[in-house]
């Protein structure tokens, strides 16, 4: 399980970048997502014919970061994580279409991203503190 303070982060933004790797070539996308707390996964629609749908298929070792846009040194937080690129649960879908309701319309596919690591740098607990999660195995 998370430590509360980095849950309560996940789930004030919707908002994460995605980092797939193909042939040794990096590529970065910015997808909505919704955190499925009990499995420790961020919930993504993508189509397979995306870049980084087809990647993340072809290699499902991926990574991504979540940020607060902030200049005051003080309230930077952010989340860097590695996962594993999945199928959605059936759960895991319901937590999206809560979050995004109006994205039952469009039929995505949805995928689940399930945190393998995880590192919350929050300054509003003092400058530079970081905080880990380990998923266990």
């Known amino acids: 399980m998370l430590e509360p303070s980095i849950t309560a982060f996940l789930k004030k933004h919707h908002l994460l970048t995605l980092a797939t790797c193909k042939d040794n070539l990096p590529y970065c996308a910015s997808c909505f997502y919704a955190f499925h707390e009990q ?74 991203i399930e945190i393998t690591y995880l590192k919350f740098t929050d300054n509003t607990l003092g400058f530079g503190k970081k905080l880990e999660f380990f998923a266990s195995n």
């Open 39 to 112: 499995s420790t996964t961020f919930v993504i629609a993508t189509d397979e014919k995306t870049r980084h749908g087809h990647e993340a298929l072809g290699n499902t070792h991926v990574a991504g970061s979540v940020a607060l846009e902030t200049k005051l040194i003080g309230k930077i937080q952010g989340v860097q994580f590695t996962g594993v690129f999945r199928e959605a649960t059936e759960v895991e879908k319901k937590v999206y279409f809560k979050r995004f309701p109006y994205a039952i319309a469009m039929q995505p596919v949805l995928w689940g």
